[in-house]
């Protein structure tokens, strides 16, 4: 065979290879998008937080999951367990997002945009989904002392340094009620965290707790979030 001829037969393979790698993309492509497309005109399946139609449980897998877990017990300690929260302390803190009336870092980087289309109607509806999650244990963080110490503070305060006692809001078991939230469970970082914006910005205003944590020490934050992440489901 002359080089010539086998040079054009050389370069219609690779033309032909080229052809049926493109064509194999575009199918690739199209099955995406109508994959996509499915997902989101299907209200089982769908991530539209605009479509009111859309089952509280379905967003609560499909969207808040990425966050919070598909129970509302995430493993990460920057976002907060929500399964077993009270659900009217739920619908107050969507609706203080949407109305952008919580504005902790987290709060407007993550929630605004999420929750600035939710009805009452969905948000009541998250709130009951994640109040009948059952939380998952959390291994405590801290040594026995510093439990003990955070246990001390909830259930008596710091009298000497003006300190109430968190079991007066939330609880003896630290279970919350109505719209005070539960704490039993939470991660520890978490709730340091809120602890700080109480006491030093106005990220959250509007609420006791900023006068109730203006006295704690940063020792007694660290204390009491160790006790609350120590508490058993």
């Not at 203080?96 to 929630?111: C, L, Q």
């Amino acid at each position: 065979m002359k080089p010539n001829t086998q040079h054009t037969m050389r370069s219609k393979h690779v033309t032909r290879s080229l052809e049926i790698n493109m064509r194999a993309l575009q199918f690739a492509v199209v099955l995406a998008l109508g994959t996509l497309a499915t997902a989101c005109s299907n209200v089982e399946r769908s991530r539209d937080l605009n479509n009111a139609s859309v089952a509280p449980s379905v967003t609560a897998v499909q969207v808040c999951s990425t966050c919070h877990g598909v129970d509302g017990n995430p493993t990460s300690p920057n976002f907060p367990r929500l399964a077993g929260q009270q659900a009217d302390y739920v619908v107050a803190q969507l609706g203080n997002f949407r109305n952008h009336k919580r504005a902790d870092p987290e709060g407007f980087e993550y929630m605004w945009g999420l929750s600035r289309n939710l009805t009452d109607a969905q948000i009541a509806g998250l709130a009951e989904y994640y109040a009948k999650q059952k939380p998952h244990s959390t291994a405590p963080t801290g040594d026995a002392t510093i439990i003990a110490t955070g246990k001390d503070i909830y259930e008596k305060g710091v009298p000497e340094q003006n300190v109430i006692a968190c079991m007066a809001c939330h609880g003896e078991k630290a279970q919350g009620t109505g719209a005070f939230p539960r704490l039993a469970g939470q991660h520890a970082d978490y709730i340091v965290k809120q602890l700080n914006v109480f006491q030093n910005t106005q990220g959250r205003p509007g609420t006791a707790m900023e006068f109730v944590v203006h006295p704690l020490t940063g020792a007694n934050k660290e204390a009491v979030a160790a006790y609350l992440q120590s508490l058993p489901d």
